[in-house]
């Protein structure tokens, strides 16, 4: 029997996630033979004589707990290497956590992955394509994936490139001859196509001009609005999580140092002169400096009561 989605739900819970990566593991005839429960030589159900000694590696992700809830725009800023990345293949079901549990709308993403991958879509900053087809092309084969009928697929795909800003004439150019904006718009099409209730975009904004990117960020809260999808989103665009962010959680070496509003963030430093950012946040709870930012003397973290 196939596990239903609860949409009165929180659209996500993250409970004490870990992730490591450069683990050693035993051989797979140790783990297998664990398995089976015919070890008969002091080997544990994790395989090996050493027990836990082989789970030494890269913690990418450690102890990480976050909840979503439904008809949120929900945002994830951290340094590069942080494991924003990370996080977002396990909430996607591309990777399996070590230690903790996802749910999605009340659904396990490993135990039901199936329902979960029904539900949701994600935008990667290096999305893959058949360079070959054109925009059109891509966005009919998604589409017939996820089981609509080809009259409907061709509908909504054009739809949903105009609405980006793409010109109908490169609807039929192969996306070997794009700009990586122009390939980064059809990613962000492809996964509004199948209107998914929960969206993962992975800095889905990256390498787009300002005008493309505002045209972005608005079909992202239309999709909240008028089409009752959560949203979570990562990025390096302090301005856009500002913008478009109920709620911000800071990401750094793979544990949240902060989770709060956008204003409320803002509230736990203070500057003589002027008004706190969001960039002035990340830099003080981060301690590392975003690209192209100016040089400024952060006063110490106060919490605000």
């Not at 990777?95 to 135990?111: A, S, T």
């Not at 990586?180 to 718009?185: E, Y």
């Not at 803002?266 to 830099?283: A, C, Q, S, Y």
């Amino acid at each position: 029997m196939k596990a239903a989605i609860d949409r009165n739900q929180d659209a996500l819970n993250v409970r004490n996630v870990t992730k490591r990566f450069k683990v050693s593991k035993p051989p797979f005839w140790t783990r297998w033979r664990a398995q089976k429960g015919a070890t008969g030589n002091g080997s544990t159900a994790s395989g090996g004589r050493g027990g836990d000694a082989g789970m030494q590696g890269v913690v990418a992700i450690g102890g990480v707990s976050l909840d979503v809830h439904r008809g949120e725009i929900y945002g994830i800023l951290g340094p590069n290497g942080s494991g924003k990345s990370t996080l977002v293949r396990m909430l996607s079901t591309l990777l399996i956590p070590d230690e903790g549990q996802v749910l999605v709308f009340g659904l396990d993403v490993v135990r039901h992955e199936m329902e979960v991958k029904r539900v949701i879509n994600r935008v990667s900053v290096d999305a893959a394509f058949f360079k070959k087809l054109s925009p059109l092309e891509n966005l009919l084969y998604g589409a017939r994936l996820y089981g609509m009928t080809g009259g409907e697929a061709r509908r909504k795909s054009i739809d949903i490139l105009g609405r980006l800003g793409l010109e109908a004439r490169s609807y039929t150019q192969p996306m070997d001859e794009m700009s990586r904006g122009m390939q980064q718009k059809v990613a962000i099409a492809r996964a509004f196509l199948t209107q998914p209730i929960l969206l993962l975009l992975d800095e889905p904004t990256t390498g787009l001009d300002p005008r493309s990117k505002y045209e972005v960020q608005e079909f992202v809260n239309e999709l909240r609005d008028c089409h009752d999808a959560t949203i979570l989103i990562t990025t390096h665009d302090m301005g856009e999580a500002d913008r478009l962010c109920d709620r911000i959680a800071i990401l750094d070496e793979g544990r949240i140092v902060a989770e709060d509003t956008p204003a409320g963030l803002k509230r736990l430093i203070r500057r003589n002169g002027h008004e706190p950012t969001l960039e002035d946040v990340f830099m003080q709870l981060t301690g590392k400096k975003l690209s192209g930012a100016e040089e400024f003397d952060p006063e110490p973290v106060e919490v605000a009561n």
